[in-house]
């Protein structure tokens, strides 16, 4: 780095889990460079949400074509990216910038993104920077959970139904294109395990989570699954980071909601088939967390996913107040 009052703007990416795993390194940077201004491009508006009130960043823009790029970037001194595929997108961009390389399979892709940074600014990466940072405050999940009737004894299950593809495309990738997703349990799976969870013990509330685009997973699992609280389209990503601190447990497959879970202090069963659980798993790991890993997806079973649930529950309880 050059000055620690310099300019530098940062480019992520367009998915909201990769930006969180940008969120350490930032934090890193403003912590070893406090005067610098930093400021961030996101590539859409749903994934800049999760830099919104972030202490270590000036300004995030939302930008999705080479030619604003360029304008924007002309106003730093330096400019880095931390998503090599962020840079692809942009195209033609003309603008200098340090670019992160492929990432190995071996570490976590926030902890690669840490050590980039620490090899740049030549400091070393302490456990302290190992953490996510995403803005929210408790009156957040109270607005949420107002108008359900929760009660003051009720274990309180957030399970979130979509991935990246039916975040953007909806029915139409899911209902033509589904079994190719490596990363999706079925919601007819997520189905089975609420009502088991539910036949085990009656104080359980299920919360179901996802974007507009996924209304039609929601819409099928509260047909089938009474009293669920469906948050589907309700729900920003501080939002969510602030319903993890009110929930007993998430559990989900890989996805962007997974890692704001991970985010929190929350207790989480993680459904993992072919995809890379080091690579994209929890960051960083904590005992509350387990991992469910198979070879398919199809191979994880509702039994399993539920004993792993139970025992989280008795091992971390969270005294959740009544909404």
């Known amino acids: 780095m050059n000055s620690p009052s310099e300019k530098i703007l940062i480019l992520t990416s367009n998915s909201t889990g990769n930006n969180i795993f940008c969120t350490p390194a930032i934090r890193f ?57 962020a840079k692809k997108k942009l195209g033609d961009a003309q603008t200098q910038m340090t670019t992160i390389g492929n990432l190995s399979g071996n570490s976590h892709h926030a902890e690669q993104l840490l050590q980039f ?64 997703d490596k990363k999706l349990w079925p919601v007819d799976e997520y189905i089975k395990l ?6 085990a013990n009656p104080k359980v509330r299920i919360i179901i989570t996802g974007t507009r685009n996924e209304s039609f997973l929601a819409r099928q699992f509260e047909h089938e699954v009474p009293g669920t609280i469906n948050l589907v389209g309700k729900t920003s990503v501080a939002d969510l980071h602030s319903l993890m601190q009110r929930v007993d447990l998430f559990i989900a ?58 025992a989280l529950i008795v091992a971390y309880p969270r005294n959740v107040p009544t909404v």
């Open 194 to 199: 609420s009502k088991a969870l539910m036949a």
């Open 29 to 85: 940077l403003k912590k070893h460079l406090p005067q610098a201004r930093i400021d961030v491009v996101a590539l859409n508006k749903l994934c800049a949400e999760v830099f919104d009130g972030n202490p270590s960043i000036g300004e995030v823009f939302v930008l999705d074509s080479s030619r604003a790029f360029d304008k924007l970037a002309k106003g730093y001194d330096r400019v880095i990216c931390l998503n090599a595929n």
């Open 253 to 310: 497959h890989d996805c962007g909601v997974f890692h704001v879970a991970a985010a929190s202090d929350v207790s989480i069963v993680g459904l993992f088939g072919p995809t890379n659980h080091v690579l994209t798993g929890p960051y960083p790991v904590r005992p509350q967390h387990t991992l469910i890993k198979k070879t398919e997806m199809a191979e994880i079973t509702v039994p399993e996913v539920v004993d792993a649930a139970f």
């Open 117 to 180: 940074m620490g090899g740049l600014l030549q400091r070393e990466v302490a456990d302290e920077d190992r953490l996510y940072f995403i803005h929210s405050t408790p009156d957040l999940a109270t607005a949420l959970l107002k108008d359900a009737v929760i009660a003051s004894d009720n274990l309180l299950i957030t399970i979130h139904l979509g991935c990246g593809t039916t975040k953007l495309h909806g029915w139409k990738f899911f209902y033509s294109k589904r079994a190719d």
